[in-house]
């Protein structure tokens, strides 16, 4: 079993900035990408940000130039630096990843538990 941990959230006023991460741990082979998506209230979850294991990045329109997406492929840690926060930020932050187990496993994607990011106006 994969488990991804998040851990970084927090209060912020509008403006600041907070910085995620998420670590995986358990049967991992290979981890093929990892990303970030968030959920606020009444809403779906949507994608935030995602970088693939050679680092390629996408991010979400509403986020492009305030967030940046990083990894650290040896900790199996992907990090979320998030500046200029807005209270429509304010949401469940849940790591994903893409993960094979095994080299005779197909991947699966994980999710974390999620983080509470709290923007106040």
């Known amino acids: 079993q994969v488990q991804l941990v998040e851990s970084g959230g927090g209060l912020v006023q509008a403006g600041g900035s907070l910085r995620l991460s998420c670590a995986a741990s358990g049967s991992i082979f290979r981890i093929n990408a990892m990303g970030w998506y968030r959920q606020a209230p009444g809403e779906q979850r949507e994608l935030v940000a995602t970088i693939t294991n050679e680092g390629n990045t996408n991010y979400s329109d509403s986020v492009k130039g305030r967030f940046t997406i990083s990894r650290d492929n040896a900790k199996n840690t992907v990090y979320l630096q998030m500046n200029s926060l807005k209270p429509g930020d304010t949401a469940v932050y849940y790591c994903?990843?893409?993960?094979?187990?095994?080299?005779?496993?197909?991947?699966?994607?994980?999710w974390g538990q999620g983080t509470q990011v709290t923007v106040s106006s």
């Open positions: 994903n990843a893409l993960v094979a187990p095994t080299l005779f496993r197909v991947s699966t994607y994980y």
